[in-house]
């Protein structure tokens, strides 16, 4: 038995961590928090979401309303605000996108790095965007649902809830962005657009045992008794009974929303040497940098480098060795040799296929460079 139990959490370890990639099996939109967004910008870029925040203008911008990072607001059509609004729309991260990116040829966003990052295109997780958004009355219920309780946890913090929603397991869907890390058994409760972390019992009693690593044992519907919870970004259920339930007749307020513009492939930007270069340095590392956050994984066992082309009298037949290292906070391979390339050789270097952006899986088309090593 002992052994089962560390099968068990192995596997939901590693459920946890493969969890981001699932998002298909998720609802259309994520309830969350200005928090959340602002912390775990990767998550929601490029998603739809509904947050409960005030909105500012600032000079012909709308942001949120007190967030760590700034979060502007492009409106689809001027709306009605009340107290108890939601905002829904797009989120994005501007530091992911690119200037000319097609998708957003209409949205003017001097504006937004003049005011989010001095006029300056802003680096990754610091300006974000709320695109295509609306706004709708949502008053929150005085019992809470778990949707509310996902949109607006500060609301019902530190008090005794009852919910009601789908067992996860250990975030097997990617519901949340980040672990709760409370303990052995924590597992996601979900309903409708919302999820929330529960704590402190094992999901398991009169007529189950459910395994947080399982998706077999995914989709009952339980009934959570616990304390709210709620630090910054994250929500949890202290819980003290859990029992099986079924589906509530409603369980949130739906609007239907365009699907997220499915994102572009990647491709090549740059690269050092640049292609057809004649005098490139034969002790320099290789860089390529793409268009894309891309998938560090995906290039292992992808990557050909090859002399080509007649070799001089005397020169290595073998392909140099190499080792590579994928840099997210440029988008950028480095390709470093075990000794200085050959001289006056020519040089190919083929990225195969399989290569893969970072979020969505979109493939890279095969693509290859080719230069000349100096004397």
Known sequence: MQGRGVQRAAVAIACLFWAAPAYSQGPSRIA????????????????????????????????????AKPIFVFWKDRPSLASDSEIRGEFWDVGRLQRDDPRFSSVDFNQVIEAGWHGEWPPRDHVFVLLGATAAESPLPADPTLRAVAIAPEHYADRAVTLVGRFRGVNLYGDLPQPVGKGRWDFVLQSADGAVWITGMRPRGKGFDLDTGARVDTGRWLQVTGMLRHTGPLTWIEATAIALATAPTETSVEITVPPAPREI??????????????????????RIQFSRDMDPKTFRDRIRVAYTGQAPAGAAQAPPAFTFRYNEGTRSLELRFASPLDRLRTVKIDLLEGISSAVDNQPLAPWSLTFTTGG
């Not at 998550?43 to 005030?54: C, L, T």
């Not at 050092?272 to 340095?281: L, N």
């Open 265 to 286: 492939p990647p491709g090549v930007v740059f690269t050092a040497p640049i292609a057809g270069e004649s005098d490139a340095d034969r002790s320099a590392p290789v």
């Open 32 to 67: 969350t928090t200005a928090d959340a967004l602002t912390t775990s910008p990767i998550f929601f870029h490029g998603k739809q979401i509904a947050v409960r925040r005030g909105v500012v203008q600032q000079d012909r911008l709308w942001r949120l309303a007190d967030t």
